[in-house]
């Protein structure tokens, strides 16, 4: 199992350029998390999917789009990237019901995104 | 919406004694708390979990304590060793909700030799 992979890993962005991020899982999880991190601030949730075909907004949603065409991957659209998108993404994935109490979050390395 | 703070920001501990962090929420319906340990370059990993259901929960060296009154829990850690330096964030949700987690904002844990 790779569990939660994301890529790319990096990438330098000038404002105003689109890109996208993909988040693959082969847990066969129902619910799948974009998160941002941001120095202080924590991780912050940007959109969600409890199941194939279904997206919701998070916290952070705004200049983010989001789409999950199959059940292992969800991907997270910049369509203008701006300066303050400028973080770390994280995707995490999970059950939709608890496994032994647990409603464990797998998070995956993150993309370090940069938008100059 | 739930809020989540968490103190201290940093903490410093020498090898063998024990370490606290704490957070509080805003929202009395949560009830999952999790605490996620996140070492330098990779993502966020859960260590341990509680439910409002149960006040204390203890996996070896590692215990977190809910007070639902004060809306108030903490992670212990006992006997710290250098593999426990990382950052250490709590969060708070509502079951149901697609597990929704509001993040505090992080405790940089550093343990000394």
């Known amino acids: 199992n790779a569990g939660v992979t994301q890529t790319p890993k990096f990438r330098v962005l000038k404002t105003g350029q689109s890109m996208t991020l993909l988040c693959a899982q082969d847990m066969n999880h129902e619910y799948m998390y974009w998160y941002r991190q941001d120095p202080g601030m924590g991780l912050r949730l940007i959109h969600y999917?409890?199941?194939?075909?279904?997206?919701a907004k998070g916290e952070v949603p705004d200049g983010y789009n989001v789409s999950r065409l199959k059940k292992q991957n969800f991907l997270l659209g910049l369509e203008s990237a701006a300066p303050s998108q400028t973080s770390v993404y994280f995707c995490?994935?999970?059950?939709?019901?608890?496994?032994?109490?647990?409603?464990?979050?797998?998070f995956g390395p993150g993309t370090r995104l940069t938008v100059t | 919406g739930e809020n989540v703070e968490q103190h201290p920001s940093t903490l410093s501990v020498q090898e063998g004694d024990s370490a606290v962090i704490k957070c509080t929420y805003s929202?009395?319906?949560?009830?999952?708390f999790p605490w996620y340990k996140q070492e330098l370059g990779k993502g966020p990993q859960l260590i341990i979990d509680?439910?409002?259901?149960?006040g204390e929960k203890k996996d070896q060296r590692i215990a977190v304590t809910l007070n639902k009154t004060a809306k108030h829990f903490s992670l212990h850690i006992t006997e710290t060793q250098p593999e426990d330096s990382a950052v250490y964030f709590c969060?708070?949700?509502?079951?149901?909700?697609?597990?929704?987690?509001?993040f505090g904002t992080g405790t940089r844990l550093q343990v000394t030799l």
């Open positions: 929202d009395s319906a949560s009830n999952y």
């Open positions: 509680i439910r409002s259901n149960v």
């Open positions: 969060a708070a949700s509502r079951t149901g909700t697609a597990s929704k987690l509001t």
């Open positions: 999917s409890v199941g194939e075909g279904t997206t």
């Open positions: 995490a994935s999970s059950y939709s019901q608890a496994r032994a109490g647990s409603y464990e979050q797998y």
